[in-house]
T-cell receptor, first 110, second 114 residues
Framework: KNEVEQSPQNLTAQEGEFITINCSYS?????LHWLQQHPGGGIVSLFM?????KKHGRLIATINIQEKHSSLHITASHPRDSAVYIC????????????WGAGTKLIIKP | NAGVTQTPKFQVLKTGQSMTLQCAQD?????MYWYRQDPGMGLRLIYY???????DKGEVPNGYNVSRLNKREFSLRLESAAPSQTSVYFC?????????????FGPGTRLTVT
């Protein structure tokens, strides 16, 4: 079983819909990262969380440490949000290595 | 600032050939990383350098070597390329390799080994 599981693997939605991507992990963590990989391949860090909730524009990330679960929400989705969204966690056992989820491929149709 | 740069962007090698992937960052970061990304799989850490002068193995180091040339540059070498090394390679850097610092990624190198 992977230590970081994302769901769904693929998600197709219509423009304007509210999007939720989930990440569950099985190890003790010091931080959780959400990243976005564009169709061209570039990877950009969206959020880094250790507790609570963060918001940036139309993106919201939450984490529940007790339940070992994080969600990434996109409000008023737009075709330019189409990308792969990746969850990664930093285990308490490692200062340098991240444990990566396989990613969620999101397609927003106009 | 250019951020993290990688060269080349694309490369095709024959089995057994060698090559070096170059990475440089201009953010004065201490830590640098090399990852590979294969279809349907998450990023996998090949090697990392916590600080100038140090390198350590990651999850999948076999078949690779690295050099932290100075604080800015971290190269990845394939001594004898194999088809299993066909992948997209990403270099990343962070201020410090601890939990509170995010990683910044280069644009990637798409490598095909035939």
């Amino acid at each position: 079983k992977n230590e970081v599981e994302q769901s769904p693997q693929n998600l197709t939605a219509q423009e304007g819909e509210f999007i939720t991507i989930n990440c569950s992990y099985s190890v003790g963590i010091s931080a959780l990262h959400w990243l976005q990989q564009h169709p061209g391949g570039g990877i950009v860090s969206l959020f880094m969380l250790s507790s609570g909730k963060k918001k940036h524009g139309r993106l919201i990330a939450t984490i529940n440490i007790q339940e070992k679960h994080s969600s990434l929400h996109i409000t008023a989705s737009h075709p330019r949000d189409s990308a792969v969204y990746i969850c990664a966690v930093r285990s308490v056992d490692s200062n340098y290595q991240l444990i990566w989820g396989a990613g969620t491929k999101l397609i927003i149709k106009p | 600032n250019a951020g993290v740069t990688q060269t080349p962007k694309f490369q095709v090698l024959k089995t057994g050939q060698s090559m070096t992937l170059q990475c440089a960052q201009d953010m004065n970061h201490n830590s640098m990383y090399w990852y590979r990304q294969d279809p349907g799989m998450g990023l996998r850490l090949i090697y990392y350098s916590a600080s100038e002068g140090t390198t350590d193995k990651g999850e999948v180091p076999n078949g690779y070597n690295v050099s932290r040339l100075n604080k800015r540059e971290f190269s990845l070498r394939l001594e004898s390329a194999a088809p299993s090394q066909t992948s997209v390679y990403f270099c990343a850097s962070s201020e410090v390799g601890g939990p509170v610092y995010e990683q910044y990624f280069g644009p990637g190198t798409r490598l095909t080994v035939t």
